[in-house]
């Protein structure tokens, strides 16, 4: 499967998909998810930076909103024509291009910081991805992602929970299987059984990387680490929305902030030189 074939996949997801998403059904984005992702965010205001897999535009317009020029790129074209819709009737600067993440048509150097938003862990190809990122970025930049978490996205997943329907236990197995491109159905469990039954399910590609994997890729590239969460709701977010206390016993998502370091300064007096990251 590549990037082509992902791009059809979510094309045909992108319009129930941005309609249950807008009408409040994806729980985990909008009560953790996103809220702990723009916690973790620097500082962005009167920065130029690039939302990569930006689907419907939702966590981009919130990155706007801090003061930041955003250029943003989805492969699904249907995506991108929800985005723009949005953008025209409450206008924040974004420039909504249809793009794939594994060949970004930008310049080197173009971004003071690029985010992606749960979305590297559907491409086919993550290393080129990472590359792309890494390219695009300015000297000193810095990459913040969220993705599944690895230890707890694997092939085999179940749900433990008692008889009052808490979770207690997660089981999990086959977390060293390479998936690349399996295909897996699924839609929001919020949303009520009658909108269930009433829209087609997701058709969601897979692509499995173990956590080492994922790190190693980022160094290798030659990122540094900055900083790593693993999001948990609190009690009062529970309270208000029970669904996600499942994601109190495991981490459902993996948060990463890495940068690019700055360009090696050329002492012209003689000195040592020096490199800023």
Aim: with cysteine; net charge negative; aromatic share 10%.
């Amino acid at each position: 499967m590549d990037d082509r074939d992902v791009g059809r996949l979510w094309n045909e997801n992108a319009e129930v998909w941005t309609r249950l998403a807008r009408a409040g059904y994806d729980v985990y984005r909008d009560r953790l998810n996103t809220p702990a992702f723009l916690a973790m965010l620097p500082d962005v205001a009167s920065l130029h930076g690039l939302d990569v897999g930006c689907g419907e535009g939702h966590n981009t317009r919130l990155i706007a909103k801090r003061g930041a020029r955003i250029t943003a790129i989805d492969i699904a074209e249907v995506f991108i024509g929800h985005a723009r819709e949005k953008e025209e009737r409450e206008p924040l600067g974004i420039d909504y291009r249809v793009a794939s993440g594994l060949d970004l048509p930008f310049p080197d150097g173009s971004f003071d910081f690029v985010t992606a938003v749960m979305c590297l862990m559907d491409m086919p190809n993550v290393e080129r991805a990472v590359a792309e990122a890494y390219r695009v970025l300015k000297p000193g930049g810095f990459f913040q992602f969220s993705i599944m978490h690895p230890c707890y996205d694997t092939p085999h997943r179940k749900n433990l929970r008692d008889p009052e329907g808490r979770t207690y236990a997660y089981e999990v197995g086959g977390y060293f299987e390479k998936l690349e491109g399996k295909v897996e159905e699924w839609t929001f469990s919020a949303a009520p059984e009658e909108v269930r039954e009433s829209v087609a399910t997701f058709r969601v590609p897979r692509f499995t990387r173990t956590l080492s994997q994922w790190l190693n890729l980022l160094i290798e590239t030659g990122f540094r680490i900055e900083r790593v969460e693993e999001p948990c709701p609190s009690e009062a977010v529970v309270e208000q929305c029970p669904q996600v206390q499942d994601a109190q016993v495991v981490p459902y998502f993996l948060h990463v902030r890495v940068h690019k370091a700055a360009a090696v300064r050329d002492n012209s007096f003689g000195g040592t030189p020096e490199c800023r990251g």
